[in-house]
């Protein structure tokens, strides 16, 4: 089994930043992938950014130039700093890990294997 907690959400305003992160624990393979996804009030979960093993990185249109994903595989550890925030970026942004993935991109058709619990961003305008 794997576990993902989220950390580093909370409140702020437009034009801000925000760095999240995600540590994985127990039995995690060496070769996978993780990504941040989010769901906002109304809306169907979407993948934000995602990124390989090989440090490959994917990001959904929305976030390009403003937001970075990155991991330290030695740590367990992926980040997401945010930067540049706008209030539609507000959501409930969740960690996920697919395992046994060597792809050398991340794409919306993945399905992850594990989840986070998610940590609330909120944007005010």
């Known amino acids: 089994q794997v576990q993902l907690v989220e950390s580093g959400g909370g409140l702020v305003q437009a034009g801000g930043s925000l760095r999240l992160s995600c540590v994985a624990s127990g039995t995690i393979f060496s070769i996978n992938a993780m990504g941040w996804y989010r769901q906002g009030p109304g809306k169907q979960r979407e993948l934000v950014a995602g990124?390989?093993?090989?440090?490959?990185?994917d990001y959904t249109d929305s976030v390009k130039g403003r937001f970075t994903i990155s991991r330290d595989n030695a740590r367990n550890t992926v980040y997401l700093q945010m930067n540049s925030l706008k209030p539609e970026d507000t959501a409930v942004y969740y960690c996920?890990?697919?395992?046994?993935?060597?792809?050398?991109?991340?794409?919306?058709?993945?399905?992850?294997?594990?989840w986070g619990q998610g940590t609330q961003v909120t944007v005010s305008s």
């Open positions: 990124i390989t093993r090989g440090y490959n990185t």
């Open positions: 996920a890990l697919k395992k046994y993935y060597s792809g050398s991109s991340y794409s919306g058709s993945l399905s992850p294997d594990y």
